[in-house]
Nanobody, 123 residues
Framework: VQLQASGGGLVQAGGSLRLSCAAS????????MGWFRQTPGKEREFVAAIRYSGGSTSYTDSVKGRFIISRDNDKNTVYLQMANLKPEDTAVYYC?????????????????WGRGTLVTVSS
């Protein structure tokens, strides 16, 4: 299984980025997908998740109204559209796949992880 995240970069505060995560080696349409982020010295934190069917999404409070998670099961890809970015959004962003999730927010619930893509928001 491979999850390849891309789309990170340097952006000014208030700007936008779209992250993509291409999956292979699994039945993508059967997996719930999540985005997490991590900064040095801190634990990986939940950002957003989407149900395997795409019918339900969940967000951490700090990104509600700014980030949108979506998926294309035909392309085996999950996206994170990020708008109105803030310096505190700076982190390495990881995508993850979970077959059975009691809750979206726990790192331990996910089966597979990508390598991450760095998002840097300058003030």
């Amino acid at each position: 299984v491979q999850l390849q995240a891309s789309g990170g970069g340097l952006v000014q505060a208030g700007g936008s980025l779209r992250l993509s995560c291409a999956a292979s080696g699994l039945t993508f349409s059967s997996y719930n997908m999540g985005w997490f982020r991590q900064t040095p010295g801190k634990e990986r934190e939940f950002v957003a998740a989407i149900r395997y069917s795409g019918g339900s999404t969940s967000y951490t409070d700090s990104v509600k109204g700014r980030f949108i998670i979506s998926r294309d099961n035909d392309k085996n890809t999950v996206y994170l559209q990020m708008a109105n970015l803030k310096p505190e959004d700076t982190a390495v962003y990881y995508c993850a796949a979970g077959y059975y999730l009691r809750t979206y927010v726990l790192v331990s619930g996910y089966n597979y992880w990508g390598r991450g893509t760095l998002v840097t928001v300058s003030s």
